[in-house]
């Protein structure tokens, strides 16, 4: 079932996104404080929020996600004495997709490829994200997954 921890599920091959991925996001406008993402990261208990901005460059309107700070990135950034900094200052790269349906071997080699731990699941860039998926997700299936 997606979003949740199992015992048992599909082995990592023959899995997919939606059924590793966590449903729902926290999202924060770009210029939310380092102190307010903390917040949010530590009353969820989640690893990483969703930058929402303009996108006008897609022709969307309205806010759309183009980045993520990750728990590793705000910790960096606080360790650095970088305590004034915004959540567009500290999204550590550009918002990559990944499709519910897509095999989560495509998630794993999109994650190594641009070196993040998180991704965003939506249908399409311009659609609303249904939700993210991290190295830790991937982990569950390749534990818990049926050989």
Partial sequence: ?????????????????????????????ADTSLRAIAEMMASYRVHAVIVEGARSELGASGAQPWGIVSDAELVLA?????LQATAGELAGSGA?????????????ELMGKHGVSHLIVSATPTARPVGIISTLDLAGVLAWGKG
């Fill in 1 to 29: 079932m997606p979003g949740t921890t199992s015992l048992t599920g599909p082995s990592f091959e023959h899995a997919t996104v939606a059924d590793a991925m966590r449903v729902g996001i926290l999202t924060c406008p």
């Fill in 78 to 82: 606080a360790a650095g004495g970088r």
């Fill in 96 to 108: 990559i997709f990944v499709n519910p349906a897509d095999e989560l071997k495509h998630a794993a």
